[in-house]
């Protein structure tokens, strides 16, 4: 079946670039995403990209595609404390309105 | 605002008595929903696909007669959590798929004690 993996911890300073990987089995996967969740919250889209793409921006988040090596990163740039969260990456599973395979989660730590 | 509802945001009960959570679609009429779980650490794991106006498909290994899962209407999904036990201590989450994403509640933490 589908898989989704992710480191499960980043710490950086904040300012810094954050920088989070994941890796995705399912090479028929159209669409990737990335999640934040925050503490005892629940799950937060925020962005996605077309499987047919291999960059996509959207004011401080980046992110890359490598379909090649099913390899898709998330880069938060001036990375604040506000960001500290767990990033969830997720690919969508099986065709339209199926549901998601999620990776572990990695947990940002933003140091002052 | 919130595309869709999730109630209660938290729930303490006692060990076997019955749990029940609600997931409303608030913008989109939602034939399926679905219900995940989310343990300590962990990532979600897809419990259930409930289904408007037919029975909810269960993933392997989830207990249908535990997790009972009432499609109501197209804005309505219920997750109850029968006989509870302090295993089923868990955030639990629903989501509406829509076209490109999936919209998500807020979670509901069970705590069974």
């Known amino acids: 079946g589908e898989d989704v993996e992710q480191s499960l911890f980043l710490s950086v300073r904040e300012g810094d670039s954050s920088v989070i990987n994941c890796t995705y089995t399912?090479?028929?996967?159209?669409?990737l995403y990335w999640y934040k969740q925050e503490p005892g919250a629940g799950l937060q889209l925020l962005t996605y990209?077309?499987?047919?793409?291999d960059m996509k921006q959207d004011q401080r988040l980046t992110v890359l595609l490598n379909k090649k090596d099913k390899h898709l990163s998330l880069r938060i740039a001036d990375t604040q404390t506000g960001d500290s969260a767990i990033y969830f990456c997720?690919?969508?599973?099986?065709?339209?309105?199926?549901?998601?395979?999620f990776g572990p989660g990695t947990r940002l730590s933003v140091l002052p | 605002g919130a595309v869709v509802s999730q109630h209660p945001s938290r729930v303490i009960c006692k060990s076997g008595t019955s749990v029940k959570i609600e997931c409303r679609s608030l913008d989109f009429q939602a034939t399926t929903m679905f219900w995940y779980r989310q343990f300590p650490k962990k990532s979600l794991m897809l419990m259930a696909t409930?289904?408007?106006?037919?029975?909810?498909?269960?993933e392997q290994g989830v207990e249908k007669d535990k997790f009972l899962i009432n499609h109501a209407s197209l804005t309505l999904s219920t997750l109850t959590v029968t006989s509870a036990h302090p295993e089923d201590s868990s955030f639990y989450i629903c989501s509406v798929p829509q076209v490109t994403e999936a919209f998500f509640g807020q979670g509901t933490r069970l705590t069974v004690v």
């Open positions: 409930s289904n408007e106006g037919s029975k909810a498909t269960y």
């Open positions: 990209i077309f499987s047919n793409m």
């Open positions: 997720a690919e969508m599973a099986g065709n339209y309105g199926q549901n998601f395979v």
């Open positions: 399912d090479s028929s996967s159209t669409y």
